[in-house]
Nanobody, 114 residues
Framework: VQLQASGGGLVQAEGSLRLSCVAS????????MGWYRQAPGKQRELVAT???????NYADSVKGRFTISRDNAKNTVYLQVNSLKPEDTAVYYCAASLTFRTYWGQGTQVTVSS
């Protein structure tokens, strides 16, 4: 399984981006897909997850600003990020979780300037 994330960039505060993650392999339709982020000097943290059935979960810090979605036909998970803040600056990683294993993508950098 390989995960390829894209869509990051440099954006001003209150701006928006749409992150995408394409998964290869046959597990996408059954996996819980998630976005995580890691800021410099900090631990990786959960941003949002979405189950195969479409149930979502968000970190409190992004509720109301970020939206996770998935397209099982395209093996792709998205993260729409709106109203960005400088503290959202981080490398964003996508992950595919099965019962006994989690696969990670390579990350995409999001930088928010004030």
């Amino acid at each position: 399984v390989q995960l390829q994330a894209s869509g990051g960039g440099l954006v001003q505060a209150e701006g928006s981006l749409r992150l995408s993650c394409v998964a290869s392999g046959s597990i996408f339709s059954i996996a819980v897909m998630g976005w995580y982020r890691q800021a410099p000097g900090k631990q990786r943290e959960l941003v949002a997850t979405i189950t195969s059935g479409g149930m979502t979960n968000y970190a409190d810090s992004v509720k109301g600003r970020f939206t996770i979605s998935r397209d099982n036909a395209k093996n792709t998970v998205y993260l729409q990020v709106n109203s960005l803040k400088p503290e959202d600056t981080a490398v964003y990683y996508c992950a595919a979780s099965l019962t006994f294993r989690t696969y990670w993508g390579q990350g995409t950098q999001v930088t928010v300037s004030s």
